[in-house]
């Protein structure tokens, strides 16, 4: 049973089963606006759902050159999760810690929350259903560590796969380039 996604997710994930678009690999949904990641295997079958922590700045788009630079010449409107089609594949940070790789020339990375700033409260931010306080990191795609080892390991952290970031700015269907579906008219 898939969980209540936003109306942009569904359509993407109806496009994205119709189409085959994923290549058979498997596949998670970044909600921006809802601030969840959607996990689903190869042929589309919802695994797990959990809230994220996203970029701290609205926006659609990196800063060309962003991965090159240190954290601390990062300026707070640059830190954006950019939207788009990417395909993933696992890596190691500098830490040696597994992530999974969503765009290794931004430096942009899906991985477990790292609490390691107090003040920051990203394990209370994760916790709490106001969209807002999701919005904390540098860019990267933060997940409950237990979500990130249940769903993500096995799956998008072992093999390529394609991670789906949903825009923020204007309609899923204009961003990813797919017809968006009809509703039907009202009954009379």
Not at 68 to 96: D, K, V, Y
Not at 113 to 132: D, P, Y
């Amino acid at each position: 049973m898939v969980p209540a996604l936003s109306g942009e997710a569904q359509a993407v994930l109806a496009w994205v089963r119709a189409s085959g678009d994923n290549g058979a690999m498997p596949f998670a949904l970044v909600d921006k606006r809802g601030a969840a990641v959607h996990v689903f295997d190869a042929a589309g079958a919802w695994q797990a759902s959990a809230q994220a922590l996203l970029g701290l700045a609205r926006g659609d788009h990196s800063v060309p050159g962003i991965g090159e630079r240190p954290l601390s010449q990062i300026a707070l409107h640059e830190r954006t999760t950019p939207a788009g089609r990417f395909l993933s594949e696992p890596g190691r940070n500098l830490q040696g810690e597994d992530i999974v790789w969503v765009d290794y020339d931004d430096a942009l990375s899906l991985h477990r929350v790292r609490a390691t700033r107090a003040s920051e409260r990203r394990l209370q931010r994760l916790a709490s259903r106001a969209v807002e306080d999701n919005r904390i990191s540098y860019g990267c795609i933060n997940v409950p560590a237990s979500f990130y080892d249940r769903f993500i390991a096995p799956t998008l952290g072992q093999h390529a796969g394609v991670i789906y970031v949903l825009p923020e700015t204007r309609p899923a269907a204009d961003f990813f380039g797919f017809a968006p579906r009809q509703q039907p008219a009202p009954a009379r």
